[in-house]
Each structure stands twice: as structure tokens, then as C-alpha cells.
């Protein structure tokens, strides 16, 4: 068996640039690609918050809470010992919607430490909203449909509020009113009074 050799023409002058040329153009391209790939991806949580920071309004505490008065109110601030009646739409990055009520109570430190930072910056009648980063947030864990490391962004009206123990003269006030007995009361009639 005999092999017949196939001599190799020779390449002509400039072929070898143009191919260099020519692959330099395709990672150019495949470069623009993953670039404009990129625009629609979501920014980290800190680098959404480090821009975020630069927006008009918006004040960064030094827990790292981010919020923005959209209206002011008036009057006391709540505190920790307080429960707010609040509405309040919440969203993550991407616009979608978790929670969602216009009219609730909450105890102020019943809630996630940056919803409860943002209330007590608030005045009855407010309208703030909150860029809550992960650590004051849900942090790594997951909630529901709140993905581990997410910004929470909260529009919140602060309706109103009062101290627990107001709250709970209230309740005693309207379980006398509906016939019910005070706490610790005994009913007149009863042997031993």
C-alpha cells in the first residue's frame, strides 16, 4: 500500500494578518455581547446601595438603612415601645411585590431591625420609603418570596400609633363596654365577697 503525498500550497502574503484580523473582530463582538448581556442583570446588593446612596433624597443612617421622606408628617416619632398602624407596600429590587396592606398595626420592635429603624424616623402622617440591605433584613435566610440577601424596598405611611399600654387600656375599656369583666375582677354575687 502506498500513500501519495499532497504537497501544501503555500499561503499567500498578508493571509496570516488577515486572519489574526478577523479573529480579533470576533472577540470584539463576543466582548459587546456579553456586555449588553449585562445590562439587564441586577446589581449587587451593595453596589445597588453604594448608587443608591447618590440618588436625590436619599439619606443613608449609619446602620446602613436607606430611606426617603416622600412626605413629611407631624408630631412624636415612635418609639420601640410603641405599635404603629401603618400601610405599607413591600418590593424587592426587581419590582416584585411580597406584602402588600393599607392599614395594619405592628409593634415597632416586632417587625425586621431597619422596617423598625425607618418607623421610628417617622412623624404621623408620613410617607417614607425604605431601602432595607440584607443585614437588617432577612440576611441569608430566605422568607417566603424574599430571596437570602435581599433589599427589601418599603413604601410605608405611618397612619398612626400608640404605647402599649394604651392599647391595652383600650381593650379593657371595650371588654367592660361588651359586658365582659375586668381582669382580675369577681363577679358580684359569687361566695367569698
Known amino acids: 500500500m502506498s500513500t501519495t503525498a499532497v504537497p501544501l500550497r503555500p499561503i499567500a502574503k498578508g493571509s496570516l494578518t488577515r486572519l489574526w484580523i478577523g479573529v480579533a473582530a470576533i472577540a470584539l463582538a463576543a466582548g459587546g455581547l456579553a456586555w449588553a448581556g449585562q445590562q439587564g442583570v441586577e446589581a449587587s446588593p451593595a453596589a445597588f446601595l453604594t448608587q443608591n446612596a447618590h440618588a436625590k433624597g436619599v439619606v443613608t443612617t449609619e446602620s446602613g438603612l436607606q430611606y426617603q421622606v416622600l412626605e413629611e408628617g407631624s ?18 429590587l426587581d419590582g416584585a411585590v411580597f406584602d402588600e396592606n393599607p392599614q395594619t398595626p405592628m409593634p415597632v420592635d416586632g417587625v425586621v431591625p431597619g422596617f423598625s429603624e425607618g418607623l421610628q424616623k417617622m412623624k404621623k402622617g408620613g410617607k417614607y420609603r425604605l431601602w432595607i440591605p440584607p443585614q437588617l433584613g432577612y440576611g441569608e435566610q430566605a422568607a417566603g418570596p424574599i430571596p437570602a440577601n435581599s433589599v427589601l424596598v418599603f413604601d410605608v405611611q405611618l397612619h398612626d400609633f400608640k404605647s402599649r399600654a394604651e392599647i ?9 363596654m361588651q359586658g365582659g369583666m375586668p381582669q382580675g375582677a369577681v363577679p358580684q354575687g359569687v361566695p367569698g365577697n
Open 75 to 92: 408630631g412624636p416619632s415612635p418609639t420601640t415601645a410603641d405599635v404603629a398602624l401603618v400601610g405599607y407596600k413591600g418590593t424587592l
Open 168 to 176: 391595652m387600656q383600650m381593650q379593657q375599656r371595650m371588654q367592660q
